[in-house]
Every structure is written in structure tokens, then in C-alpha cells.
């Protein structure tokens, strides 16, 4: 994940702050794995507790400070309760385990323990939304050539798993769609990136994918771009929305407020260079998931600062850790 300079568009703050891979006969059994039919549960966050006091009070008559506040904390928030274990995130699915951003990477995922898989959304030529990390297919695939470039028929016909390992051939680039129906047959939640800038017609196509595979309870939709998250916002007031930061804004509440996030996505090495972030950013009441973390040392201090959820290339284990936490 990378992301340039605050945009201008975001008004200015306060002050600044201070695989190898997997053996062939591993990845064949997850393949057979995969391919099954077996479909497993989905679990959602719980509604966020009635207010009390002078809360209540304002839910009487509530301002227009209180709607913005409901509309960035809705009921699919990843804000945790204190002592309960940070949200599992499986970036990309379990792309250590398996080729990134396939069907495959994502039952693995499931399998592990994960209930939210994060993907990267981009348009190909024809304009269908396919999930793909890079610019160009030349990585992940046996083709070559920006996915922009490419149509629909050709994206459809590249092998996306030989690259990572043999057993894995013949898997596929997935459409959005393909995995919200996937997501929605054998369950699990979907933290959906736009990757890279979108016209408010290709979001606006993303949405109605979202609507139309029933999904939108089950979507959560982050993006570096905060073009592509005021579309979303425009169009699907419903989708809870993510910035993704490789650095800290001067004031990420403010720039929370202003785009109306639910949660405020930060790099780990960001989030380091002001931890004090994530208490001023649940006090306003924006979650806070940190990219991309694969050491158990790093979840264990992630959990100390109150960190909401971890996207991270090992959800199997890092499920496992959550499990033998204190």
C-alpha cells in the first residue's frame, strides 16, 4: 500500500504531531479445500450500546453533530470492547499462504479463523471491477499489461495462481463480483480497497455490486483516494468508510470529521510516531485499523495501544494469537 501526500482537498489541521511460498502438496490440499462446497458462518459486529446520560438527551432532539457523529459509527463498526481481541483482517486473504487476491487466498483465509478478507478493487478496459493489487497484471499473473488496459474477456483467461506455486494453476483474477458471491455463499466480510483513483461512475458501479449481491451489511470500503471515498460516501451513505494512510495527517481526527469516516486506516511504522492517536481518535468515535502487521511482537504492542483491527498477510496465526492471549 502507498499513498502520496495529504491531498488538498482534505482541509489542513490544527498542529503537526510529533515466502518463500507454500510446497506444492500444501498448496494441492488447500486447492481441494477450496474448491469444496462447504459453506461456513458469517458474523457481524454487534449494535453499539443505547446512550445514557446526557447522551440520552441528545437522542431526544438530536443535532446535526450527532447525525455526522451516527453517520462514521455505524452498526458494522470495528470498534472493539475493552479486553476483547482485535479484528482478524486477512490482507488480501491469506496471501501468505496462498496467491494474493483469488478465490482460493480467500477460503484459506476463511478456514484460518479470518472473518474479513481486504482486496483491492480496479476497473479493466470494458469497466468491470476485477480485484487486483497492482497497476499492471505482470506479477500475479501470466499476462502482462496494465489491468486498465486489458478487457474483461482477457483479464478472465490469465492464470493467476502458477506464479506462487504449481498445485495453484488455472486459478483466477475474480471479479468484484465473483467475491462478493463468493463472500456471500460461504461467508465473511469484505474490506473493500478502491485502488488508485476512481471517476465517480466506476465507484458508482462498484456500489450498485455491492447492493445487488445483497452485501452492503458485509462491506466496508477503504481506499487511499479521498475522491473515491466522498463518491462512496455520495452514493452509498450505508458503506461504512476507511482512510488508508502510509503517514499520519497533522489532525487525522479532523480529517476524520470531515470525510465522515468510521475509521481512520493507518501504515504500522505511522501509527508509531504517535500512538496517542488511537485513544483521541475512539474518543471522537472512529475505529482504528493498522496495515500491514505480521510479527506477534508487533499485534502484542498493536493490542496495548488499543489498536481495532490488523490487516495482516498470516490471519491463521495471527487468529491463533488472539486465541492465546491473556
Not at 505482470?138 to 488496459?149: A, F, L, Q
Amino acid at each position: 500500500m502507498i499513498e502520496s501526500a495529504v491531498p488538498p482537498s482534505v482541509p489542513a489541521a490544527r498542529a503537526p504531531r510529533g515466502r518463500r511460498h507454500a510446497v506444492a502438496a500444501a498448496g494441492a490440499a488447500l486447492l481441494l479445500a477450496a474448491s469444496c462446497g462447504l459453506a461456513s458462518g458469517c458474523a457481524t459486529a454487534g449494535q453499539a450500546s443505547p446512550p445514557r446520560g446526557e447522551a440520552a438527551a441528545r437522542a431526544a432532539a438530536p443535532t446535526a453533530a450527532d447525525d455526522e457523529k451516527a453517520a462514521r459509527t455505524p452498526s458494522n463498526t470495528l470498534m472493539r470492547p475493552a479486553g476483547s481481541p482485535m479484528t482478524v483482517i486477512a490482507h488480501r486473504g491469506a496471501s501468505s499462504a496462498a496467491p494474493e487476491n483469488t478465490l482460493i487466498s480467500d477460503e484459506v483465509a476463511r478456514r484460518g479463523g479470518a472473518r474479513w478478507i481486504e482486496n483491492d478493487v480496479q476497473p479493466s478496459r470494458d469497466g468491470v471491477p476485477y480485484v487486483l493489487h497492482d497497476t499492471t497484471v505482470d506479477r500475479t499473473t501470466d499476462g502482462t499489461g496494465p489491468i486498465r488496459g486489458l478487457t474483461a474477456a482477457q483479464l478472465d483467461a490469465l492464470d493467476a495462481g502458477s506464479w506462487f506455486a504449481p498445485a495453484y494453476t488455472g486459478a483466477r483474477v475474480p471479479t468484484l463480483a465473483a467475491q462478493l458471491e463468493d463472500l456471500r455463499v460461504r461467508g465473511g466480510n469484505l474490506l473493500l480497497e478502491i485502488k488508485g483513483r476512481h471517476s465517480r461512475e466506476e465507484v458508482a458501479r462498484i456500489v450498485r455490486l455491492v447492493r445487488d449481491h445483497g452485501m452492503t451489511d458485509r462491506v466496508f470500503v477503504q481506499s487511499f483516494d479521498v475522491d473515491a471515498l466522498r463518491h462512496t460516501r455520495a452514493l452509498a451513505p450505508e458503506l461504512p468508510l476507511g482512510l488508508l494512510r502510509s503517514r499520519l495527517d497533522p489532525d487525522p481526527v479532523a480529517v476524520a470529521e470531515e470525510l465522515g469516516l468510521s475509521a481512520y486506516n493507518p501504515a504500522a511504522g505511522a501509527l508509531a510516531t504517535d500512538p496517542d492517536v488511537v485513544k483521541e481518535l475512539h474518543a471522537a468515535g472512529i475505529a482504528v485499523m493498522v496495515w500491514t502487521v505480521d510479527s506477534p511482537a508487533r499485534w502484542k504492542e498493536l493490542d496495548a495501544l488499543g489498536a481495532d483491527a490488523v490487516i495482516t498477510n498470516r490471519p491463521a496465526e495471527m487468529t491463533g494469537w488472539n486465541a492465546a492471549r491473556p
